[in-house]
């Protein structure tokens, strides 16, 4: 016997799409809140390599002056604003508002990794021509940092691609504890997620990003960088986001501004690890 009186059930809670939420990697650079003007500063400053010296023949210590780099970040605009009707609201399934707010926010944390990541492939150290990862890949990565004199001081970042992830898996040194006392499979918490959750191996914080250049094809780029190598200056204080409604054009909107910049600062704190994940693509 036909049924002709059947319902359809419609869910109001609307289920986020499989998009990146919030960003993964400002917190694995050198920050600053801009409050005024178009443009933040980052001072770099050492020795310049100086070694210790003898007094001179005179009697006098001789002096020397301190390697002071200044790194000019200029900062851009950047804005997402969505708008929907009155009846698109109404009419529509789910919280449209809530919806709105959300994925314009969405929008430009995405857009503070984009920078970064764009930034990180001005570097020029590099491991050579892509190949599968492996401990091999790693620890060359890590040797050239090390003989750059990159300080091993748990500000060690790798943003790698999901393939390359899944290389790292089946090798016993990162996934056993056999091998080590913190592996990255301890427990629930170590699953990757749209949060800045990080692995921490061989004294470095592995954060796996879906959007690296090149993913999932045989030329991703990943790298491996200390925090101090590169910088993003951002108006945090000045970040709007507002929503509305016009009345007039029966419309609501929601913004979400921010005026920020990435900036390399040390070239030699950046190994740039190209890979080729294409056969787990």
């Not at 492996?134 to 890590?142: D, H, I």
């Not at 920020?260 to 030699?268: G, V």
Request: proline content about 3%; aromatic content about 8%.
């Amino acid at each position: 016997m036909t049924e002709t009186a059947f319902q359809i059930q419609y869910r109001q809670e609307a289920i986020a799409s499989f998009e990146q939420q919030q960003s993964l990697l400002r917190d694995t650079c050198t920050t600053e809140a801009v409050i005024k003007g178009n443009q933040a500063v980052f001072l770099v400053a050492g020795s310049g390599g100086a070694s210790a010296v003898t007094r001179g023949v005179n009697g006098l210590i001789p002096a020397r002056a301190d390697d002071n780099t200044q790194n000019t970040c200029t900062l851009e605009e950047w804005h997402d604003l969505v708008r929907k009707t009155n009846f698109n609201v109404f009419a529509s399934q789910g919280n449209q508002r809530a919806i709105m707010q959300r994925t314009t926010m969405a929008v430009v944390n995405r857009k503070i990794d984009s920078q970064i990541l764009t930034e990180l492939l001005t570097g020029t150290v590099t491991t050579g021509s892509a190949v599968t990862a492996s401990v091999a890949l790693v620890m060359k990565a890590k040797t050239k940092l090390g003989n750059a004199g990159v300080p091993w001081d748990s500000n060690i970042y790798a943003v790698i691609s999901p393939a390359f992830e899944g290389y790292l898996m089946q090798t016993k040194e990162f996934a056993s504890r056999e091998y080590i006392n913190k592996p990255p499979t301890d427990g629930a918490d170590a699953a990757w997620r749209d949060r800045p959750l990080m692995y921490y191996w061989m004294g470095v914080n592995w954060c796996v990003h879906p959007n690296v250049s090149g993913v999932g094809t045989s030329s991703e780029s990943c790298f491996m960088y200390h925090k101090s190598a590169i910088g993003h200056a951002a108006d945090s204080a000045g970040m709007e986001t507002p929503v509305g409604y016009d009345e007039e054009q029966a419309y609501s909107w929601a913004r979400v501004s921010l005026n920020m910049n990435a900036k390399l600062l040390q070239n030699t704190g950046i190994v740039e690890m190209p890979h080729d994940g294409s056969a787990l693509a």
